[in-house]
């Protein structure tokens, strides 16, 4: 059963990790896809590759989502090649790990740019585009574990993924008049670019596996299937929720 058949799915940050994970497995429930990348022109064209072997249309748009611009040119030009837009899959984010009372200006400027402000244009350009064409339409945020826990070297970070949950919170009761869906997933430790560096630690990895009920961190396909559900009309009743995805970290105090 293909959840997505016959719809446009946007994806930002699709080149690697999550966003990658997730326009291949819209475009295995029958999606058509358009992949927003900042830098890696390889990958963001290997995975137009994989979409396109899957017998789905696939584009990929190169910008960087803290320009407000970006999100209106990747919209109109996702429009002009398929026509529509029914979901939005905002994901793109950094997390350049440093110590609080250091942290330059600029590094958390540049973190909340690119993840709560460059979220909240994406966001509100695909909502405008579905408001114009009047059928409703569903937008996943990738927020993080971080939006409900601390992290030591992650005082940029945290703010930004708890802003993204509050945002789809928001904009659930904004465009729910609209048909529009707003909901947000949370991974926990899903091994990625983001913290491949930090990850190398063995120890600090094995810690981190041990508090995972699951028993082993998440690889970005483990995000796949939650954000196909959260975009599909299987969850035709479903808008301001947020969805762990985290094997148990969340839960286990122990």
């Known amino acids: 059963m293909k959840l997505l058949e016959g719809k446009t799915v946007l994806v930002t940050g699709a080149s690697t990790g999550i966003g ?27 995975c137009v590759a994989e979409i396109e072997a899957l017998g789905q249309r696939a584009i990929a748009v190169k910008g960087d989502v803290a320009d407000p611009q970006t999100a209106q040119d990747f919209v109109a030009k996702a429009v002009e090649a398929f026509g529509k837009v029914d979901v939005m899959v905002s994901n793109a984010g950094i997390c350049p790990f440093h110590a609080f009372l250091d942290m330059p200006v600029d590094v958390v ?31 996943v945020a990738v927020s993080s574990i971080s939006a409900l826990v601390g992290g030591e070297y992650q005082t940029h970070y945290t703010p930004t ?25 949370l991974p926990g430790t899903i091994l990625t670019e983001i913290n491949k560096d930090d990850l ?55």
């Open 20 to 46: 990658r994970a997730a326009a291949i497995g819209a475009a295995q429930h029958g999606a058509d896809v358009a992949i927003n990348y900042a830098h890696s022109d390889g990958p963001a064209q290997s």
């Open 109 to 139: 400027e540049r973190t909340f740019k690119v993840n709560l402000h460059g979220a909240y244009f994406m966001v509100q350009a695909a909502a405008q585009q579905m408001v114009k064409q009047g059928h409703g339409g569903s937008i």
């Open 161 to 185: 993924k708890a802003g993204v949950h509050s945002l789809m919170q928001s904009t659930a009761i904004a465009l729910g008049k609209h048909g529009i869906r707003c909901n947000s997933v």
């Open 200 to 254: 190398a630690d063995v120890e600090k990895r094995q810690y981190m596996e041990a508090r995972t009920p699951l028993g082993r961190l998440g690889q970005p396909e483990d995000l796949a299937g939650p954000i196909v559900f959260l975009a599909s009309d299987m969850a035709a009743y479903v808008t301001g929720a947020a969805l762990l995805v985290d094997g148990g970290m969340y839960v286990n105090l122990q």
